[in-house]
């Protein structure tokens, strides 16, 4: 039967000689069954099922649909007011302008705040409590905003989405570091992607059911702002089922870490730091170049593009809209394949380079050809679910573990920040000059983004070259830095007699600090796949 440890004992390095022996245990180190010990030999019922147990694939997938469902809520009611911009016009009396407020009121502070709100999970949060306080300043924000519309207060809206502003963004950051925790070394790819597919599916039953869900409310009874207060209120339940599945996922991790034994503390005691940035590779401030110059040819052209199809290609204003959702439906569809598929071939940095490629095709067929438009966008769909799932995935390649907070937070700031001004840019071409401009401006940035991903691949090479590896290589890259630090670390605790040769004592213990480093070594490359509860060192 495999021997627990207390907790003092799950913290010793893990290549730490054993100086236990036969004899009973004395002092601080006392052999015992740990009370925690859910999965030990002898339990029964849930403890022992697939659904239960942190490190079957089950259990990872049951986690992966409550971190897709955290977000939902965010996706979800971003979106409200472009869903019924003609009933928040009307109901709300606002102005166009007033109205485009509620957009931009969102993305302005997360320049700041979003980085802020990364490196707090890092230093101070923590992952599950970062994620519930994200959620709940969400929460709040959008009670604010439905509020608002209630009593028609247009300010108190403004500050329901300043506030919603700051959770969404950051609740988006503590996703990340929730899947490359949970996934890091095995599907996190695909992790990626299906998160990006549930984002648009949010947006996507947004506007399917909120115009259905205000003709509901109206035919109570309910008029004006006040129909809009209660159909805003009724879209704030997502909030509460994504702050429910976020005290779940809260509780599972919780959970995960004690039967794993999992160390939630960095390497060498070692802590998130703002001075951290100056330390973070070229390849990573690249990768946030990329997260710029792609994404500003992606929104802000969906922003748009309404009124583009219908001046070049003569669409009504409903075949407008449904070719202008296509990228966002082929997303919700190929974000996952595309994921899976990055997951078993590796080459992240292809996989990006060929993805920005294709969305300049995309754009190029959209700008020099009168071809039917949904085949430039369904390839932008596709290139779209393509990058999305091969490019954040390399930030968890570059960055240590205990900063991805901060570098998420990074990448999403830069991203807010060229969203926030691009659009702005794009709105003055259209008007001073034309679709066809702005096309050209678009294809300019995504030349950026190539340039960007040009750098990551020389870089890279130059360096280990773990970026663009397939999934096997990185495998025999790994196995040999924990083959060789296994081997100096053994290497300085192995004291030599004066005779230059090991003592007969030392030479019976040689044969365990080998066993030591194959189990440690195969531990690591299986994912953690082994039952933690199995002592490294017997």
Not at 33 to 51: F, K, V
Not at 345 to 354: M, S, Y
Not at 408 to 421: D, E, F, P, T
Request: aromatic share 12%; glycine share 8%; charged share 15%.
């Amino acid at each position: 039967m495999p021997r627990l440890y207390d907790e003092d004992e799950a913290r010793r390095p893990i290549l730490q000689p054993d100086t236990d022996s036969e004899d009973p245990p004395t002092g601080s180190r006392i052999l015992r069954r740990s009370d925690d010990d859910e999965l030990s030999e002898g339990r029964s019922g849930c403890g022992t099922s697939a659904c239960c147990n942190p490190s079957s694939a089950l259990h990872r997938f049951m986690a992966l649909i409550l971190m897709c469902l955290v977000g939902f809520g965010s996706y979800f009611c971003y979106d409200n007011p472009g869903a019924l911009q003609d009933k928040f016009k009307s109901d709300l009396d606002l102005s166009t302008s007033q109205f485009v407020w509620l957009y931009s009121i969102y993305s302005w502070p997360n320049v700041i705040l979003c980085f802020i709100g990364g490196f707090l999970i890092d230093r101070v949060f923590g992952i599950r409590l970062g994620t519930i306080i994200y959620m709940f300043i969400l929460l709040i924000g959008q009670l604010i905003f439905a509020t608002g519309g209630l009593i028609n207060q247009f300010w108190l809206m403004i500050l329901g989405r300043f506030l919603f502003g700051i959770g969404a963004e950051s609740l988006a950051v503590a996703q990340n570091n929730y899947a490359v925790l949970w996934f890091k070394g095995k599907e996190l790819n695909m992790v990626f992607g299906l998160q990006l597919s549930f984002a648009r599916v949010g947006s996507t039953v947004n506007f399917l059911v909120m115009v259905p869900v205000y003709k509901y409310v109206r035919s109570l009874g309910y008029e004006g702002h006040q129909c809009m207060g209660v159909v805003l209120l009724l879209a704030t339940l997502t909030c509460v089922m994504s702050m429910l599945c976020a005290l779940i996922l809260g509780w599972m991790d919780k959970r995960a870490a004690r039967i794993l034994r999992r160390n939630d503390n960095p390497p060498n005691g070692e802590v998130a730091k703002l001075s951290d940035i100056r330390t973070f590779k070229t390849s990573f401030w690249m990768v946030t170049v990329i997260c710029v110059a792609y994404y500003v040819a992606i929104f802000p052209f969906i922003a748009l593009g309404k009124v583009f199809f219908m001046r070049k290609f003569d669409f009504t204003p409903e075949d407008a809209n449904t070719v202008n959702s296509i990228v966002y439906i082929v997303a919700g569809v190929a974000s996952p394949i595309f994921g899976l598929l990055v997951d078993r071939t590796g080459r992240n940095v292809l996989w990006v380079f060929i993805s920005i490629l294709v969305t300049m095709v995309a754009h190029g067929l959209l700008a020099f050809t009168f071809y039917n438009p949904y085949i430039a966008m369904i390839t932008m769909g596709m290139a779209y679910s393509m990058l999305a799932s091969s490019l954040w995935p390399l930030v968890a390649l570059i960055v240590p573990e205990y900063q991805l907070g901060t570098a998420y937070g990074i990448c999403q700031s830069v991203q807010n920040l060229g969203l926030a001004v691009i659009s702005m840019f794009s709105g003055l071409i259209v008007d001073k000059g034309g679709y066809f401009m702005l096309e050209i401006f678009f294809i300019g940035w995504l030349v950026v983004s190539l340039l960007a991903t040009i750098v990551i691949w020389l870089y890279n090479s130059n360096n280990n070259g773990v970026l663009n590896m397939s999934p096997a290589e990185r495998e025999l890259y790994t196995s040999k830095l924990l083959t060789e630090a296994a081997n100096k670390t053994l290497e300085n605790t192995q004291p030599v007699s004066s005779e230059g040769s090991l003592n007969a004592d030392q030479q019976q213990q040689s044969v365990a600090p080998e066993s030591i480093r194959n189990r440690y070594v195969s531990r690591v490359l299986d994912g953690t796949n082994q039952s933690d509860s199995e002592p490294l060192i017997e």
